[in-house]
């Protein structure tokens, strides 16, 4: 009977130990018997929590659980000292512990749902801290803390900041869907020879110019504008010799370029193409055409239009277009109060031309193009009594390009012929060039190609007309964003049909312009224009010096 007592009282603390959480109070005492009920009941077994065997610290290691009934074991077990990558003499096959996957930089933000659909909860991890029981092996399962719930944060991937190919370019003001881009520029400067004849003193100058740019902003079709004036006013005046034709007491002179262009997208193929200009200019001082006593140069202006229409063919394109325009010159003042009429200047010009064009490869259209005009006078004869109403015609060939927007334009070469209607006058016909290109050398480099030839309408006595060729090429250089230097140079000719006169223009120029930020820029120039002529006493040279500043928006 003793011995049954002493086994009870050994197994005792074994099963206090054991107890399930509900018997907690059993486990206050561990010599204390239990009574008949607890020892007669029967296990409570939870499958979601099955209960686990417990292993006991190594012998002779401090720390390790020694309590009462509990079989003790001696020396280390095998591999014991060996660490996680060490000599292991059991040669027992270890598991690698599995990598964890490697996360992608930059999480991609949730889709906001659509409305009506109740969002998925944020996904969270679950942060808990250990119970010191827990961070020795051997311990009882006891109470945790309360987990703490930590919401996964998103970290979005940055953007790439945008550069910006131009930061002084301007910004324009928006209205409706067209953009607006006004600019004035005030310029001063002195030139040696305005009136441009030998010999003649030189003055200063002022020149006012305001223009507006117009861009649509549609998805189809568009409509743009250019319109370009400016106002020159010198400081002095010159007395004009009697009876004797030459420069007019004053200088003074308007000048405007304007034009407005639009395109009407009928469908994917064809489409109608509209333009209207309007140009009012004068005589350039040193023309055979200006009278003598003149106190002001006459102003001439000119207004036309153009409408085309274009179809294609897959990669054959062609295009129909006519034009009209009217060209009107002012009454001339003369220096003794009189007026003197231009009405036999006065002319209507109607033409049409046909031009068909391949895309031969992208960015590279060859086309052919002819066309013809006439040119009827308000007056039958002029004040010489010749008739000037004539003909025209023209053909050239020639290429567009858009090469990866390094070379962008058009270039042609061709023949005109202009027949008159009065016998006396001779017919005109000659080689033309025209072009207009842009070079983009480098990010820092643009070179600007510009031709175009002519005939144009004298009123010397037996000169059919003024057949006229010009070429232009600048170069412009960005030493810096906001520092561009530009250097110009030009040459042209005057054929004065009829008369044996012919004129050499030539011009060169050097400029700089500094931009202090997209709304104001200062500018510098010097130029220098001379003509060389067979005609004596007509040559010239001429040179510039001009400082001014542009405001832009």
């Known amino acids: 009977m003793a011995g049954a007592v002493f086994c009870v009282a050994a197994l005792a603390p074994a099963r206090a130990q054991s107890a399930p959480p509900d018997q907690a109070s059993d486990q206050s005492d561990p010599f204390r018997l239990p009574d008949a009920a607890s020892i007669f009941a029967p296990l409570k077994y939870d499958p979601r929590n099955p209960g686990r065997f417990r292993r006991g610290a190594p012998p002779g290691q401090s720390g390790g659980p020694s309590h009462f009934g509990e079989l003790q074991g001696y020396g280390n077990p095998p591999a ?26 930059g999480v ?26 827990e961070g020795r092996r051997g311990a009882s399962l006891g109470p945790t803390a309360a987990p703490t719930l930590v919401p996964a944060i998103a970290t979005p991937t940055r953007r790439k900041p945008t550069v910006d190919p131009d930061p002084f370019a301007p910004v324009g003001v928006r209205t409706g869907a067209f ?5 004035i520029e005030l310029t001063g400067g002195y030139d040696t020879n305005p009136q441009r004849i030998a010999g003649e003193k030189g003055s200063g100058f002022v020149v006012v110019a305001p223009e507006l740019r117009l861009r649509s ?20 005046s010159w007395p004009a010799p009697i009876g004797v034709s030459g420069p007019p007491v004053s200088l003074d002179r308007p000048n405007v370029d304007a034009r407005a262009d639009g395109r009407l997208d009928i469908s994917s193929r064809n489409r109608l ?21 003149l106190k002001r140069l006459p102003i001439m202006t000119t207004l036309g239009s153009t409408l085309a229409y274009t179809q294609s063919f897959n990669r054959f394109e062609l295009t129909a277009k006519g034009s009209v325009d009217r060209s009107v010159w002012q009454a001339s003042s003369l220096t ?148 561009t230097g530009t250097a110009k140079f030009g040459f042209g000719t005057d054929d004065y049909v009829g008369l044996s006169r012919v004129d050499q ?18 500018k510098g120039e010097i130029r220098r224009d001379w003509l060389v002529s067979n005609d004596p006493g007509a040559g010239y040279t001429a040179d510039q010096v001009l400082l001014g500043v542009r405001l832009q928006r």
């Open 336 to 483: 003794d109060g009189t007026t003197s009429s231009n009405d036999d200047r006065d002319f209507d010009q109607f033409g049409g031309a046909l031009r068909g064009s391949y895309e031969l490869k992208p960015g590279i259209r060859p086309f052919a193009e002819i066309g013809t005009d006439a040119r009827v006078h308000d007056l039958a004869l002029d004040r010489n009594g010749e008739d000037r109403d004539s003909n025209g015609s023209y053909a050239k060939v020639g290429s567009t390009f858009e090469i990866t927007r390094k070379l962008t334009g058009e270039v042609s070469i061709g023949y005109l012929a202009r027949r008159y209607r009065d016998a006396a006058l001779s017919n005109i016909g000659g080689m033309t060039f025209d072009a207009s290109l842009i070079y983009a050398a480098t990010a820092l480099t643009t070179f600007t190609l510009i031709a175009k030839s002519g005939v144009n309408e004298v009123t010397v006595p037996g000169v059919s007309g003024d057949l006229s060729r010009d070429i232009a090429l600048q170069v412009d250089h960005a030493f810096r964003r906001w520092l």
């Open 273 to 293: 193409d509209v333009e209207g200009r309007l140009l009012v200019a004068t005589d350039n001082p040193g023309s055979p055409n200006l009278q003598a006593g």
């Open 80 to 105: 014991s000292g060996a660490g996680a990558t060490g000599f292991d003499s059991t040669n027992a096959v270890r598991r690698k512990a599995r990598a964890a996957p490697r996360r992608k930089p």
């Open 505 to 522: 223009r030539w011009f060169a120029s050097l400029g700089i312009i500094y931009k202090l930020n997209r709304d104001l820029q200062l």
């Open 108 to 133: 991609s933000l949730p889709v906001a749902p659509p409305p009506g659909v109740v969002p998925d909860p944020v996904p969270t991890t679950v942060a808990t801290r250990p119970s010191p029981q």
């Open 179 to 183: 953009v607006l881009f006004p600019a």
């Open 217 to 236: 902003d549609w998805e189809r079709h568009a409509l743009n504008a250019d319109i370009k004036a400016s106002y020159t006013d010198y400081f002095q």
